[in-house]
């Protein structure tokens, strides 16, 4: 599994164009490590090519979305801590992040909002 992430507070980046390969338990310590209400964020490459990215929603909750990048818009869900944990557990034993349940597709915003 490949890793990527941005944690804005320490100022450390693996970028999102070159992921790394990663273990396990390095990806649960930057989970662990990312701040809250900042950008953060980190993000899988899976051996399929598929990208999911997690990123802090609000106090609570994660923002899980695998984009898709041909269609500017994104599935996504949002999950609570424990959730994304036993995500990232299963990500690295081969679960398909399309059989998340209830994934929302959703297009990105691409009109700008003044003129």
Do not use: W
């Not at 990663?22 to 989970?31: H, K, N, P, Y």
């Not at 500017?72 to 995500?87: E, G, P, T």
């Amino acid at each position: 599994m490949k890793i990527f992430f941005e944690n804005y507070a320490d100022d450390l980046c693996v970028e999102t164009d070159f992921p790394l390969v990663g273990s396990l338990e390095q990806a649960i310590d930057i989970f662990h490590n990312l701040p809250d209400y900042d950008g953060s964020f980190i993000g899988f490459v899976n051996d399929d090519g598929n990208t999911v990215q997690i990123s802090k929603y609000d106090r609570f909750l994660f923002l899980v979305e695998i984009p898709v990048y041909d269609q500017d818009a994104s599935y996504s869900k949002l999950l609570n801590y424990f959730q994304v944990k036993n995500l990232i557990e299963h990500l690295f034993n081969g679960f398909d992040p399309y059989d998340i349940p209830d994934l929302k597709f959703e297009q990105y915003i691409t009109e700008k909002a003044t003129k």
